[in-house]
């Protein structure tokens, strides 16, 4: 068995991998031709993720000119800790204030933006919030990913 297949993740591993990580970088296409490289919080959203973010920011820019991107997250320090997960995604940009509201209560409740506060003055935050946003779905075209922890010290 090679060695890229001894460390690649199966699908559940790469679901649970996405649970536990909070930051994805994420990389769209720059006019000039260069990629723009952007770090995000995200929530998981079947096999990809799910994001909201400002309208008018370069990334979604880019993404209304070309709707694909490519995601990172990654961990670890040392060698035998190095676990991540890379995919290519086609990228749906919501624009659906409701939808767009969704992904940022499941945003505000995973990253506990509001400090911990419920209610219908956190649901008013949320949706002028939303407002602003639109929302980014990113699912995986083709996925890469890695684990050295599964080489047990052996390289």
Same mark, same amino acid.
Not at 106 to 125: H, N, Q
């Given at each position: 068995? $090679? ?21 994805? $970088? ?12 952007? &770090? ?12 909201? %973010?400002?309208?008018? +920011? ?8 070309? &709707?694909?991107? %490519? ?36 945003? +505000? ?6 400090? !911990?506060? %419920? ?20 699912? &995986? ?11 047990? !010290?052996?390289?």
């Amino acid at each position: 068995m $090679s060695r890229r297949a001894q460390i690649r993740m199966t699908p559940d591993e790469v679901r649970a991998y996405l649970d536990e990580q909070r930051v994805i $970088s994420v990389a769209t296409m720059s006019p000039n031709g260069r990629p723009h490289l952007a &770090p995000l919080f995200y929530v998981p959203h079947g096999d990809g993720v799910a994001t909201w %973010t400002y309208g008018k +920011s370069q990334k979604v820019a880019n993404l209304r000119r070309l &709707p694909q991107a %490519t995601v990172q997250i990654e961990s670890g320090h040392a060698y035998e800790e190095l676990r991540g997960v890379s995919f290519e995604a086609d990228v749906e940009i919501v624009t659906d204030t409701e939808r767009v509201f969704e992904i940022g209560s499941a945003m +505000s409740a995973r990253y506990d933006l509001t400090g !911990g506060a %419920t209610g219908p003055e956190v649901d008013g935050f949320l949706r002028a919030q939303a407002a602003k946003r639109v929302g980014l779905v990113f699912t &995986p075209t083709k996925i890469v990913s890695w684990d050295h922890a599964k080489l047990a !010290g052996t390289y």
